[in-house]
Protein backbone atom coordinates (compact mmCIF):
# COMPACT_ATOMS: atom_id res chain seq x y z
CA UNK A 1 0.00 0.00 0.00
CA UNK A 2 1.27 3.47 -1.03
CA UNK A 3 0.05 6.30 1.11
CA UNK A 4 0.41 7.44 4.79
CA UNK A 5 -2.88 6.76 6.40
CA UNK A 6 -4.12 9.09 8.87
CA UNK A 7 -6.50 7.71 11.67
CA UNK A 8 -9.83 9.79 11.99
CA UNK A 9 -10.08 12.07 14.18
CA UNK A 10 -11.96 10.89 17.40
CA UNK A 11 -14.65 12.40 19.52
CA UNK A 12 -16.33 11.48 22.55
CA UNK A 13 -19.04 9.08 21.87
CA UNK A 14 -21.80 11.07 23.32
CA UNK A 15 -23.71 9.83 26.48
CA UNK A 16 -27.68 8.73 26.08
CA UNK A 17 -29.72 9.99 28.24
CA UNK A 18 -32.98 7.05 28.36
CA UNK A 19 -35.51 9.60 29.31
CA UNK A 20 -39.10 8.95 29.62
CA UNK A 21 -40.49 7.83 26.73
CA UNK A 22 -37.36 7.67 24.60
CA UNK A 23 -36.62 4.68 21.83
CA UNK A 24 -33.41 4.02 23.22
CA UNK A 25 -35.01 3.11 26.58
CA UNK A 26 -37.68 1.41 25.02
CA UNK A 27 -35.07 -0.48 22.77
CA UNK A 28 -32.79 -1.17 26.22
CA UNK A 29 -35.79 -2.43 27.95
CA UNK A 30 -36.39 -4.78 25.71
CA UNK A 31 -32.71 -6.19 25.14
CA UNK A 32 -32.70 -6.77 29.18
CA UNK A 33 -36.02 -8.72 28.97
CA UNK A 34 -34.87 -10.99 26.71
CA UNK A 35 -31.33 -11.49 28.23
CA UNK A 36 -32.58 -12.33 31.22
CA UNK A 37 -35.20 -14.47 29.74
CA UNK A 38 -32.66 -17.28 28.52
CA UNK A 39 -29.68 -18.69 30.17
CA UNK A 40 -26.53 -19.49 27.79
CA UNK A 41 -23.53 -21.15 28.33
CA UNK A 42 -20.08 -19.46 27.98
CA UNK A 43 -17.57 -21.25 26.31
CA UNK A 44 -13.88 -20.46 26.68
CA UNK A 45 -12.30 -18.93 23.28
CA UNK A 46 -8.81 -20.18 21.94
CA UNK A 47 -7.22 -19.87 18.85
CA UNK A 48 -11.09 -18.51 17.94
CA UNK A 49 -12.78 -21.81 18.45
CA UNK A 50 -15.26 -22.68 21.08
CA UNK A 51 -13.20 -24.33 24.00
CA UNK A 52 -15.55 -26.57 26.64
CA UNK A 53 -14.20 -28.03 29.64
CA UNK A 54 -17.49 -29.36 31.69
CA UNK A 55 -15.74 -27.40 34.68
CA UNK A 56 -18.77 -24.65 35.02
CA UNK A 57 -19.08 -21.71 37.13
CA UNK A 58 -22.41 -19.87 37.01
CA UNK A 59 -23.47 -15.86 36.88
CA UNK A 60 -25.96 -15.01 38.51
CA UNK A 61 -27.68 -11.39 38.50
CA UNK A 62 -26.11 -9.81 41.94
CA UNK A 63 -29.55 -7.60 43.08
CA UNK A 64 -31.41 -11.40 42.39
CA UNK A 65 -28.70 -13.42 42.82
CA UNK A 66 -31.02 -16.96 42.69
CA UNK A 67 -31.45 -15.87 38.69
CA UNK A 68 -28.82 -17.51 36.62
CA UNK A 69 -27.66 -15.63 33.76
CA UNK A 70 -25.13 -18.11 32.33
CA UNK A 71 -22.93 -21.30 33.26
CA UNK A 72 -18.93 -20.46 31.69
CA UNK A 73 -16.64 -23.54 30.95
CA UNK A 74 -13.38 -23.07 32.97
CA UNK A 75 -9.77 -22.63 31.79
CA UNK A 76 -7.02 -25.48 33.65
CA UNK A 77 -3.41 -25.51 32.38
CA UNK A 78 -4.10 -27.86 29.55
CA UNK A 79 -6.35 -24.50 28.43
CA UNK A 80 -3.79 -22.44 28.83
CA UNK A 81 -1.14 -24.00 27.20
CA UNK A 82 -3.54 -24.40 24.24
CA UNK A 83 -4.22 -20.64 24.55
CA UNK A 84 -0.38 -20.30 24.55
CA UNK A 85 0.19 -22.11 21.59
CA UNK A 86 -2.60 -19.89 19.51
CA UNK A 87 -1.04 -16.67 20.39
CA UNK A 88 2.16 -17.70 19.27
CA UNK A 89 0.76 -18.99 16.21
CA UNK A 90 -1.48 -15.38 15.36
CA UNK A 91 1.70 -13.70 16.76
CA UNK A 92 3.52 -14.71 13.05
CA UNK A 93 0.82 -13.08 11.42
CA UNK A 94 -0.82 -10.36 13.31
CA UNK A 95 2.61 -8.69 14.54
CA UNK A 96 3.63 -8.28 11.17
CA UNK A 97 -0.22 -6.91 9.61
CA UNK A 98 0.17 -3.13 9.22
CA UNK A 99 -0.97 -0.99 11.89
CA UNK A 100 -3.61 0.45 9.55
CA UNK A 101 -5.43 -3.29 9.73
CA UNK A 102 -4.56 -3.55 13.15
CA UNK A 103 -6.03 -0.37 13.92
CA UNK A 104 -9.14 -1.04 11.02
CA UNK A 105 -10.19 -3.51 12.99
CA UNK A 106 -10.49 -1.50 16.57
CA UNK A 107 -12.45 1.14 14.78
CA UNK A 108 -14.64 -0.67 13.49
CA UNK A 109 -15.47 -2.35 17.04
CA UNK A 110 -16.17 0.92 17.73
CA UNK A 111 -18.56 1.38 15.47
CA UNK A 112 -20.57 -1.83 15.77
CA UNK A 113 -20.84 -1.05 19.82
CA UNK A 114 -21.75 2.50 18.93
CA UNK A 115 -24.71 0.82 16.86
CA UNK A 116 -25.82 -2.99 16.80
CA UNK A 117 -24.49 -3.63 19.76
CA UNK A 118 -24.96 -0.89 21.94
CA UNK A 119 -27.99 -2.26 23.83
CA UNK A 120 -26.63 -6.35 24.26
CA UNK A 121 -23.42 -4.98 26.09
CA UNK A 122 -24.88 -2.26 28.57
CA UNK A 123 -27.43 -5.33 29.26
CA UNK A 124 -25.12 -7.42 30.30
CA UNK A 125 -23.57 -5.02 32.15
CA UNK A 126 -26.50 -4.01 33.54
CA UNK A 127 -27.53 -7.57 34.39
CA UNK A 128 -24.35 -9.03 35.14
CA UNK A 129 -22.96 -6.14 37.39
CA UNK A 130 -26.17 -4.43 38.25
CA UNK A 131 -25.65 -1.26 37.46
CA UNK A 132 -28.14 1.25 36.22
CA UNK A 133 -28.74 2.33 32.67
CA UNK A 134 -26.73 5.87 32.67
CA UNK A 135 -23.53 3.94 34.56
CA UNK A 136 -23.56 1.22 31.80
CA UNK A 137 -23.89 3.74 29.13
CA UNK A 138 -20.83 5.64 30.41
CA UNK A 139 -18.61 2.47 30.89
CA UNK A 140 -19.75 -0.18 28.43
CA UNK A 141 -20.91 1.59 25.53
CA UNK A 142 -19.48 5.13 25.96
CA UNK A 143 -15.79 4.36 27.45
CA UNK A 144 -14.98 1.50 25.60
CA UNK A 145 -15.61 3.11 22.46
CA UNK A 146 -13.26 6.10 22.91
CA UNK A 147 -10.49 3.74 24.14
CA UNK A 148 -10.88 1.87 20.90
CA UNK A 149 -11.43 5.10 18.61
CA UNK A 150 -8.85 7.04 20.72
CA UNK A 151 -6.24 4.39 21.10
CA UNK A 152 -5.35 4.05 17.69
CA UNK A 153 -4.50 7.99 17.05
CA UNK A 154 -2.17 7.73 20.18
CA UNK A 155 -0.73 4.69 18.64
CA UNK A 156 -0.18 6.71 15.04
CA UNK A 157 1.13 9.38 17.14
CA UNK A 158 4.07 7.06 18.66
CA UNK A 159 4.51 5.74 15.67
CA UNK A 160 5.38 9.18 14.01
CA UNK A 161 8.04 9.60 16.46
CA UNK A 162 11.06 9.37 14.69
CA UNK A 163 15.04 10.47 14.99
CA UNK A 164 16.51 13.13 13.02
CA UNK A 165 19.16 11.71 10.65
CA UNK A 166 22.10 13.40 9.53
CA UNK A 167 23.74 13.84 5.87
CA UNK A 168 23.85 10.38 4.03
CA UNK A 169 22.27 8.39 6.59
CA UNK A 170 18.61 7.39 7.35
CA UNK A 171 17.70 6.66 11.26
CA UNK A 172 14.25 5.53 11.34
CA UNK A 173 12.65 3.55 14.75
CA UNK A 174 10.47 0.58 14.37
CA UNK A 175 7.85 0.33 17.36
CA UNK A 176 7.86 -3.56 17.32
CA UNK A 177 5.40 -5.73 19.62
CA UNK A 178 6.83 -7.43 22.35
CA UNK A 179 8.49 -11.42 22.19
CA UNK A 180 5.99 -13.34 23.24
CA UNK A 181 2.18 -12.98 24.88
CA UNK A 182 0.62 -10.58 27.16
CA UNK A 183 -1.51 -11.34 30.11
CA UNK A 184 -4.70 -9.27 30.56
CA UNK A 185 -6.13 -9.40 33.85
CA UNK A 186 -9.08 -7.36 34.16
CA UNK A 187 -11.73 -6.75 36.88
CA UNK A 188 -15.81 -6.79 37.81
CA UNK A 189 -16.27 -3.14 37.82
CA UNK A 190 -15.32 -1.58 34.65
CA UNK A 191 -16.89 -3.29 31.21
CA UNK A 192 -14.76 -0.89 29.46
CA UNK A 193 -11.33 -1.68 31.38
CA UNK A 194 -12.15 -5.39 30.66
CA UNK A 195 -12.43 -4.12 27.05
CA UNK A 196 -9.31 -2.18 27.04
CA UNK A 197 -6.79 -4.03 28.70
CA UNK A 198 -6.40 -7.10 26.08
CA UNK A 199 -6.97 -4.73 23.10
CA UNK A 200 -4.74 -2.39 24.29
CA UNK A 201 -1.36 -4.94 23.33
CA UNK A 202 -3.26 -5.73 20.47
CA UNK A 203 -3.52 -2.64 18.71
CA UNK A 204 0.94 -2.55 18.97
CA UNK A 205 0.59 -6.15 17.43
CA UNK A 206 0.76 -8.32 20.00
CA UNK A 207 -1.35 -11.29 21.19
CA UNK A 208 -3.29 -12.04 24.23
CA UNK A 209 -4.49 -14.65 27.17
CA UNK A 210 -7.43 -12.67 28.34
CA UNK A 211 -8.66 -13.34 32.27
CA UNK A 212 -11.72 -11.21 33.03
CA UNK A 213 -12.93 -11.58 36.30
CA UNK A 214 -15.49 -14.38 37.46
CA UNK A 215 -17.88 -12.00 38.57
CA UNK A 216 -17.91 -10.12 34.65
CA UNK A 217 -17.53 -13.22 32.49
CA UNK A 218 -21.16 -12.31 31.41
CA UNK A 219 -20.10 -8.76 30.00
CA UNK A 220 -16.89 -10.40 28.71
CA UNK A 221 -18.00 -12.94 26.56
CA UNK A 222 -19.80 -10.34 24.87
CA UNK A 223 -17.35 -7.84 24.13
CA UNK A 224 -15.57 -10.94 22.31
CA UNK A 225 -18.62 -11.29 20.79
CA UNK A 226 -18.24 -7.75 19.21
CA UNK A 227 -14.44 -8.00 18.45
CA UNK A 228 -15.11 -11.04 16.23
CA UNK A 229 -17.53 -9.54 14.35
CA UNK A 230 -14.75 -6.75 13.74
CA UNK A 231 -12.93 -8.96 12.40
CA UNK A 232 -10.14 -9.86 15.08
CA UNK A 233 -8.35 -12.75 13.34
CA UNK A 234 -8.46 -16.24 15.66
CA UNK A 235 -5.89 -16.55 18.83
CA UNK A 236 -5.32 -12.66 18.71
CA UNK A 237 -6.98 -12.44 22.07
CA UNK A 238 -7.58 -15.72 23.84
CA UNK A 239 -10.38 -15.76 26.18
CA UNK A 240 -9.49 -18.26 29.12
CA UNK A 241 -11.82 -17.87 32.28
CA UNK A 242 -11.13 -19.71 35.66
CA UNK A 243 -9.25 -18.96 38.99
CA UNK A 244 -6.58 -17.36 39.55
CA UNK A 245 -4.00 -20.43 40.44
CA UNK A 246 -5.39 -22.94 37.69
CA UNK A 247 -4.92 -19.83 34.63
CA UNK A 248 -2.78 -17.65 36.17
CA UNK A 249 -0.22 -20.23 38.04
CA UNK A 250 0.83 -21.78 33.89
CA UNK A 251 0.95 -18.42 32.43
CA UNK A 252 3.37 -16.83 34.98
CA UNK A 253 5.73 -20.09 34.74
CA UNK A 254 5.53 -19.96 30.63
CA UNK A 255 8.72 -18.14 29.44
CA UNK A 256 6.59 -17.17 26.54
CA UNK A 257 5.58 -14.60 28.76
CA UNK A 258 6.14 -10.80 27.59
CA UNK A 259 3.97 -8.68 29.91
CA UNK A 260 0.91 -8.44 32.31
CA UNK A 261 -1.83 -5.94 31.76
CA UNK A 262 -3.86 -5.96 35.22
CA UNK A 263 -6.51 -4.31 37.24
CA UNK A 264 -7.95 -5.63 40.45
CA UNK A 265 -6.56 -5.34 44.24
CA UNK A 266 -3.20 -4.42 45.28
CA UNK A 267 -2.22 -7.72 46.72
CA UNK A 268 -2.76 -9.78 43.91
CA UNK A 269 -0.70 -7.66 41.44
CA UNK A 270 1.98 -7.74 44.23
CA UNK A 271 1.53 -11.29 44.45
CA UNK A 272 2.18 -11.87 40.37
CA UNK A 273 4.91 -9.40 40.85
CA UNK A 274 6.67 -11.39 43.07
CA UNK A 275 6.17 -14.54 40.97
CA UNK A 276 7.48 -13.09 38.13
CA UNK A 277 10.36 -11.57 40.17
CA UNK A 278 11.27 -15.45 41.20
CA UNK A 279 10.69 -16.84 37.83
CA UNK A 280 12.60 -13.84 35.79
CA UNK A 281 15.58 -15.93 34.56
CA UNK A 282 13.46 -18.04 33.14
CA UNK A 283 11.83 -15.23 30.72
CA UNK A 284 12.94 -14.92 27.10
CA UNK A 285 12.52 -10.64 28.03
CA UNK A 286 11.95 -8.97 30.90
CA UNK A 287 8.28 -9.08 31.01
CA UNK A 288 6.50 -5.15 31.05
CA UNK A 289 4.24 -4.82 34.43
CA UNK A 290 1.52 -2.54 34.08
CA UNK A 291 -0.87 -2.40 36.70
CA UNK A 292 -3.89 -0.39 38.29
CA UNK A 293 -4.92 -1.61 41.42
CA UNK A 294 -6.32 -0.47 44.44
CA UNK A 295 -7.58 3.26 45.98
CA UNK A 296 -8.90 5.00 49.20
CA UNK A 297 -9.71 8.32 46.99
CA UNK A 298 -9.75 11.61 49.21
CA UNK A 299 -12.23 14.51 48.82
CA UNK A 300 -10.59 17.76 51.16
CA UNK A 301 -12.40 20.32 51.73
CA UNK A 302 -11.36 23.58 52.18
CA UNK A 303 -13.70 26.31 54.47
CA UNK A 304 -14.27 28.26 51.30
CA UNK A 305 -15.45 25.27 49.38
CA UNK A 306 -19.52 25.58 47.85
CA UNK A 307 -20.84 23.59 50.31
CA UNK A 308 -24.01 22.62 47.86
CA UNK A 309 -21.07 21.30 45.51
CA UNK A 310 -19.17 19.69 48.14
CA UNK A 311 -22.15 17.51 49.72
CA UNK A 312 -23.20 16.37 45.63
CA UNK A 313 -19.87 15.32 44.73
CA UNK A 314 -19.69 13.24 47.69
CA UNK A 315 -22.74 11.90 46.74
CA UNK A 316 -22.15 11.09 43.46
CA UNK A 317 -18.55 9.92 44.11
CA UNK A 318 -18.94 7.59 47.06
CA UNK A 319 -21.97 5.92 46.03
CA UNK A 320 -22.59 5.92 42.30
CA UNK A 321 -22.05 2.06 41.33
CA UNK A 322 -22.69 0.99 44.87
CA UNK A 323 -19.03 2.65 45.53
CA UNK A 324 -17.39 -0.52 43.73
CA UNK A 325 -15.32 2.24 41.19
CA UNK A 326 -11.63 2.24 41.64
CA UNK A 327 -11.53 5.99 41.65
CA UNK A 328 -15.21 6.22 44.38
CA UNK A 329 -14.81 9.07 47.04
CA UNK A 330 -13.84 6.62 50.22
CA UNK A 331 -13.22 9.57 52.38
CA UNK A 332 -13.70 13.08 52.88
CA UNK A 333 -11.78 15.75 55.41
CA UNK A 334 -13.95 19.16 55.87
CA UNK A 335 -13.59 21.81 58.01
CA UNK A 336 -15.33 22.14 60.97
CA UNK A 337 -16.71 25.26 59.59
CA UNK A 338 -18.77 24.08 57.17
CA UNK A 339 -19.43 20.32 58.69
CA UNK A 340 -22.86 21.24 59.88
CA UNK A 341 -23.96 22.36 56.66
CA UNK A 342 -22.49 19.87 54.52
CA UNK A 343 -24.08 17.00 57.14
CA UNK A 344 -27.22 18.45 56.44
CA UNK A 345 -27.31 18.16 52.75
CA UNK A 346 -25.55 14.91 52.77
CA UNK A 347 -27.98 13.12 55.23
CA UNK A 348 -31.00 15.19 53.11
CA UNK A 349 -29.58 13.63 49.50
CA UNK A 350 -28.63 10.21 50.40
CA UNK A 351 -32.58 10.15 51.95
CA UNK A 352 -33.92 10.80 48.52
CA UNK A 353 -31.78 7.84 47.43
CA UNK A 354 -33.51 4.83 45.88
CA UNK A 355 -32.20 1.45 45.66
CA UNK A 356 -32.74 -1.94 44.10
CA UNK A 357 -33.35 -3.53 40.81
CA UNK A 358 -31.11 -1.25 37.98
CA UNK A 359 -34.57 -2.33 35.64
CA UNK A 360 -36.44 0.01 37.63
CA UNK A 361 -34.99 3.69 36.17
CA UNK A 362 -35.86 5.20 38.81
CA UNK A 363 -33.10 3.39 41.40
CA UNK A 364 -29.70 5.02 41.78
CA UNK A 365 -27.74 2.08 42.75
CA UNK A 366 -28.07 -1.39 43.07
CA UNK A 367 -26.48 -4.33 44.80
CA UNK A 368 -22.64 -5.09 45.30
CA UNK A 369 -20.86 -7.96 42.99
CA UNK A 370 -21.17 -10.81 45.15
CA UNK A 371 -21.25 -12.46 48.12
CA UNK A 372 -17.58 -11.93 49.27
CA UNK A 373 -18.07 -8.64 49.01
CA UNK A 374 -21.19 -7.93 50.92
CA UNK A 375 -19.71 -10.04 53.31
CA UNK A 376 -16.38 -7.87 53.45
CA UNK A 377 -18.33 -4.19 52.99
CA UNK A 378 -20.62 -5.68 56.28
CA UNK A 379 -18.19 -6.11 58.43
CA UNK A 380 -16.89 -2.56 57.80
CA UNK A 381 -20.14 -1.31 58.46
CA UNK A 382 -19.88 -3.31 61.71
CA UNK A 383 -16.95 -2.40 63.18
CA UNK A 384 -18.33 1.33 62.62
CA UNK A 385 -20.96 0.39 64.72
CA UNK A 386 -19.39 -0.73 67.76
CA UNK A 387 -17.03 1.83 67.75
CA UNK A 388 -16.52 4.12 70.36
CA UNK A 389 -14.35 6.51 67.49
CA UNK A 390 -17.36 6.69 64.63
CA UNK A 391 -20.89 7.46 64.26
CA UNK A 392 -22.99 6.14 61.30
CA UNK A 393 -24.65 9.15 60.40
CA UNK A 394 -26.90 7.57 57.50
CA UNK A 395 -27.83 4.12 56.16
CA UNK A 396 -25.32 1.04 57.46
CA UNK A 397 -28.34 -1.46 56.64
CA UNK A 398 -27.21 -4.69 54.82
CA UNK A 399 -29.78 -7.43 53.45
CA UNK A 400 -28.69 -10.05 51.22
CA UNK A 401 -31.95 -12.33 51.21
CA UNK A 402 -32.43 -11.59 47.47
CA UNK A 403 -29.43 -9.45 46.15
CA UNK A 404 -26.68 -8.04 47.92
CA UNK A 405 -27.66 -4.59 48.68
CA UNK A 406 -25.69 -2.32 51.13
CA UNK A 407 -27.41 0.99 52.23
CA UNK A 408 -25.32 4.06 51.41
CA UNK A 409 -23.54 4.74 54.32
CA UNK A 410 -21.88 7.70 55.96
CA UNK A 411 -19.75 7.20 58.88
CA UNK A 412 -17.85 9.98 60.35
CA UNK A 413 -14.74 9.30 62.77
CA UNK A 414 -12.90 11.55 65.47
CA UNK A 415 -10.00 9.44 65.13
CA UNK A 416 -7.82 10.15 61.97
CA UNK A 417 -6.55 6.78 61.73
CA UNK A 418 -9.61 5.05 62.13
CA UNK A 419 -9.16 1.71 60.25
CA UNK A 420 -12.39 2.58 57.65
CA UNK A 421 -10.28 5.73 56.79
CA UNK A 422 -7.69 4.13 55.97
CA UNK A 423 -8.47 0.69 54.22
CA UNK A 424 -10.07 0.25 50.96
CA UNK A 425 -13.88 -1.11 51.24
CA UNK A 426 -14.88 -1.00 47.45
CA UNK A 427 -18.59 -0.41 48.92
CA UNK A 428 -20.96 2.02 49.89
CA UNK A 429 -19.32 3.62 52.29
CA UNK A 430 -17.61 6.84 53.06
CA UNK A 431 -15.82 7.79 55.90
CA UNK A 432 -15.27 11.69 56.92
CA UNK A 433 -12.71 12.95 58.96
CA UNK A 434 -13.56 16.86 60.32
CA UNK A 435 -10.60 19.26 61.35
CA UNK A 436 -10.29 22.46 62.77
CA UNK A 437 -10.05 25.00 60.04
CA UNK A 438 -6.96 26.23 62.04
CA UNK A 439 -5.20 22.54 61.38
CA UNK A 440 -4.98 22.73 57.41
CA UNK A 441 -1.58 21.68 57.63
CA UNK A 442 -2.01 19.12 59.80
CA UNK A 443 -5.33 17.91 57.63
CA UNK A 444 -3.49 17.88 54.75
CA UNK A 445 -0.59 15.56 56.16
CA UNK A 446 -2.85 13.16 57.34
CA UNK A 447 -4.58 12.94 54.36
CA UNK A 448 -1.29 12.40 52.11
CA UNK A 449 0.10 9.73 54.47
CA UNK A 450 -3.74 8.20 55.48
CA UNK A 451 -3.07 5.51 53.47
CA UNK A 452 -1.01 3.34 50.93
CA UNK A 453 -2.83 4.45 47.90
CA UNK A 454 -2.41 7.44 45.55
CA UNK A 455 -5.06 7.20 42.99
CA UNK A 456 -7.59 9.81 42.37
CA UNK A 457 -8.44 13.15 44.87
CA UNK A 458 -10.30 16.09 44.64
CA UNK A 459 -10.52 19.47 46.43
CA UNK A 460 -12.97 21.82 46.94
CA UNK A 461 -12.32 25.52 47.44
CA UNK A 462 -13.10 28.97 45.73
CA UNK A 463 -10.05 30.44 47.57
CA UNK A 464 -7.42 30.25 44.87
CA UNK A 465 -4.83 30.28 46.98
CA UNK A 466 -5.75 27.60 48.97
CA UNK A 467 -6.55 25.47 46.01
CA UNK A 468 -2.84 25.76 44.52
CA UNK A 469 -1.71 25.13 48.35
CA UNK A 470 -3.29 21.75 48.71
CA UNK A 471 -2.91 21.08 44.95
CA UNK A 472 0.88 20.87 45.70
CA UNK A 473 0.62 19.84 49.36
CA UNK A 474 -1.14 16.36 47.28
CA UNK A 475 0.42 16.08 44.83
CA UNK A 476 2.27 12.68 45.20
CA UNK A 477 -1.39 11.63 46.78
CA UNK A 478 -3.20 11.31 43.64
CA UNK A 479 -2.61 10.33 39.96
CA UNK A 480 -5.91 12.18 38.73
CA UNK A 481 -6.52 14.89 40.72
CA UNK A 482 -10.23 17.10 40.71
CA UNK A 483 -10.55 20.82 41.75
CA UNK A 484 -13.76 21.42 42.56
CA UNK A 485 -15.63 17.76 41.34
CA UNK A 486 -16.36 14.65 42.41
CA UNK A 487 -12.81 11.78 42.17
CA UNK A 488 -14.77 9.91 39.90
CA UNK A 489 -15.50 9.34 36.21
CA UNK A 490 -12.30 9.84 33.87
CA UNK A 491 -12.77 10.71 30.28
CA UNK A 492 -10.75 8.93 27.53
CA UNK A 493 -8.95 12.13 25.49
CA UNK A 494 -9.85 14.05 28.48
CA UNK A 495 -8.08 12.79 31.72
CA UNK A 496 -5.68 10.02 30.81
CA UNK A 497 -6.46 7.74 34.64
CA UNK A 498 -3.80 5.89 37.15
CA UNK A 499 -2.38 6.88 39.91
CA UNK A 500 0.59 5.55 41.95
CA UNK A 501 2.09 4.36 45.33
CA UNK A 502 -0.08 1.16 45.77
CA UNK A 503 -2.59 2.37 43.31
CA UNK A 504 -0.48 1.09 40.44
CA UNK A 505 2.23 1.83 38.17
CA UNK A 506 0.36 5.25 36.81
CA UNK A 507 1.01 4.22 32.89
CA UNK A 508 -2.43 6.08 32.42
CA UNK A 509 -5.31 3.80 30.51
CA UNK A 510 -6.42 5.58 27.28
CA UNK A 511 -3.15 7.44 27.03
CA UNK A 512 0.02 6.75 24.31
CA UNK A 513 2.05 6.50 27.79
CA UNK A 514 0.27 3.26 28.04
CA UNK A 515 0.41 1.66 24.64
CA UNK A 516 4.83 2.53 24.66
CA UNK A 517 4.38 0.19 26.56
CA UNK A 518 3.75 -2.63 24.83
CA UNK A 519 6.67 -1.86 21.95
CA UNK A 520 9.92 -2.97 22.13
CA UNK A 521 11.46 -0.09 19.83
CA UNK A 522 14.17 -0.79 17.49
CA UNK A 523 16.36 1.92 16.10
CA UNK A 524 17.49 1.12 12.45
CA UNK A 525 20.72 2.85 10.73
CA UNK A 526 20.50 3.07 7.14
CA UNK A 527 24.06 4.34 5.39
CA UNK A 528 23.80 5.52 1.74
CA UNK A 529 27.16 6.22 0.95
CA UNK A 530 29.49 3.73 3.18
CA UNK A 531 33.19 3.88 3.70
CA UNK A 532 35.24 1.59 1.76
CA UNK A 533 38.11 1.68 3.86
CA UNK A 534 39.23 1.90 7.54
CA UNK A 535 41.30 4.99 7.54
CA UNK A 536 40.30 7.95 8.72
CA UNK A 537 41.22 11.40 7.94
CA UNK A 538 43.31 12.35 11.29
CA UNK A 539 45.68 9.61 10.54
CA UNK A 540 46.99 11.34 7.19
CA UNK A 541 50.15 12.62 8.85
CA UNK A 542 51.65 12.07 12.15
Known amino acids: MNGVFRVPQPTNEPVRAYGPGSQEKKSIKAKLAGMRSREIEIPLIIGGEEVRTGKLGACVIPHEHGHVLATYHKAGKAEVERAIAAARKAHATWSRMPFVD ?156 AGIHFTGSTAVFQQMWRTVGANIASYRSYP ?99 SNEAEIITGGGCDDSVGYFIQPTVVVTTNPKFKLLQEEIFGPVLTIFTYKDAELDRALELCDTGSPYALTGAVFATDRQAILKIQDRLRDAAGNFYINDKPTGAVVGQQPFGGARASGTNDKAGSLWNLIRWTSPRAIKETFVPPKHFAYPFMGEK
Not at 155 to 178: F, G, H
Request: hydrophobic share 45%.
Open 102 to 257: RASVLLRAADLLAGPFRDELNAATMLGQSKTVFQAEIDSACELIDFWRFNPLYAQRIYEDQPMSSPSVWNRVEYRPLEGFVFAVTPFNFTSIAGNLPTSPALMGNTVLWKPASSAVYSAYHIMKVLTAAGLPPGVINLVVGSGAEVGDPVLASPEL
Open 288 to 386: RIVGETGGKDFVFAHASADVAALAAALVRGAFEYQGQKCSAASRAYIPQSIWPKVKDLIVAQVAEIRMGDPEDFTNFLSAVIDKAAFETIKGYIELAKK
